[in-house]
């Protein structure tokens, strides 16, 4: 795996530096004045890295909770200050008595916190690249130097976006068996009361209890000496089959109930019945013969019919694990927190769309299954209907948060890209931002004015990637 040094300097670090797995992120850190050169360092792993990763925009220097987790690891408090020099000591000094050589990091692209960068480490060039800054400008030249700036932030954002989705960045292997997460409520109890009351958003684990801390603490270092690799089972792909199997179905059914007549020509009969055969392509494979509606003189309509659907839809994939003893108890702490998060997962999904499948086959919707009880469908019986359909979807949708649904829409054109707005390029119309900084001392760069939504929930743009560039931030570094 190559890794790369942006500096002034011309030495290879004798202490905990960063750096960046992309050439164009640490070029960013050279930035020479006019006409000096900016050296690169490039570097190849002679083994595998032990490194921990901290998961989020754990590299973006702002308040709100992005810093926590690891300040808590080798502070045990959150670490409200500006000092990375202080950061990278701090973790540095905490993990080695885990053999760690470092840490990953995301911002708009990732970075390796490295402890010691004569182990482990060769390198492979050191090269003095050509400053981008031009140190004469013509009247006929058009470009600026806000122009140069756009088009290496646009580089850089663009070089970040490679890794967005699926597999991410495949040089850095995660090992699922030692995941630990501040949303283990068996280990982090004190954070429950207060997430009640907050968007996921804003959940952050800064007001953790000591006792937690500790617990956290300790889990992880069972995580880190634990020799052995758990159960064996790829818990990505596991993640990356119930996603593919229900992102497109999920978004499609949606976008069904949110459209209307004008739009489409279809009238509220069809659109139902559309809906309605989405959700069963969604659960052919789970509804068998036997499953029919109960007759409607043995009592109220009820959807006690369902049950073996819904409980193969939410079981089939994770049935193996439970029910195979050499399995199950080979598991860490770490897989059973992640086989109850998507047996969870799995559950919602099933329970949503078998529900309202089951109300659609009582209104006459369903193009296999009829409810003898039920008549031809109208479209003033089906208004509530599909209120509560559109509702429960709402409700799944921002319970899941998946980040595949997280796309420009409309999609962008050919000379732009869709950039969701990461630290420092927090990009509002008009001004450029960085986000809410922690306290203490910043570079000049980073006062900027901000809007508070743009961080906080920061919602997918466009952003074009040929000139004329949007309004873009000053990096801070």
Sequence with gaps: MLLYHGTRLSEVPAVPEWLATDPEHSYLFTMSGPGKGSRQFTFVTTRPLKVLYFDGSSAAK????????????????????????????GLCDWGKQFGLDGFVRMEMDFEVMLCDFSDGLEIVSQLDLVSSRKPHRSSSDNTT?????????TTVIETGSWHNHYPGDPRIELDFSRLVSFYDTSLAPSLVPSRR??????????????????????????????????????????????TLRYADRLEMIRYLL????????????????????????????????????????????????TASIFKDCAVTHTDFISSSPSIASSLTPSEQLIL?????????????????????????LDPVLKDSSSSAPDADGLGSLMDKWKSEIDRLFEWLDWSVWVKCRPACGFEEMCYLPTWPFLVQPGAPASGPKPEGPSPPAAEHSDEQNDWLIPEPKCLRRLPPFNPTPRHPY
């Design 145 to 153: 130097k806000a122009d140069e700036i756009s088009q290496l932030v």
């Design 62 to 89: 702002m308040k709100g909770g992005p810093l926590d987790s690891q300040d808590i690891l080798w502070s045990g408090d959150p670490f409200t200050q500006w000092d990375e020099r202080s950061r990278i000591n």
């Design 258 to 305: 949110n459209t209307t007549e004008a739009e489409t020509s279809r009238s509220p009969v069809e659109t139902a019945k559309l809906v309605q055969q989405q959700l069963r392509i969604s659960l052919t494979p789970y509804i068998i013969m036997g499953a029919v509606p109960v007759d409607e003189d043995a009592g109220p309509r009820n959807h006690s019919w």
């Design 340 to 364: 109850r998060a998507i047996r969870d997962t799995n559950k919602e999904i099933c329970r949503v769309t078998v529900k309202m499948w089951a109300e659609g086959v009582f209104k006459g």
């Design 197 to 242: 009351q907050q968007k996921r958003y804003e959940h952050r684990p800064g007001g953790v209890s000591a006792i937690d801390v500790q617990a956290v603490r300790q889990r992880l270092a069972d995580a880190l000496t634990t020799t052995g690799n758990g159960s064996g089972i790829q818990w990505k792909s596991l993640f990356r089959i119930i």
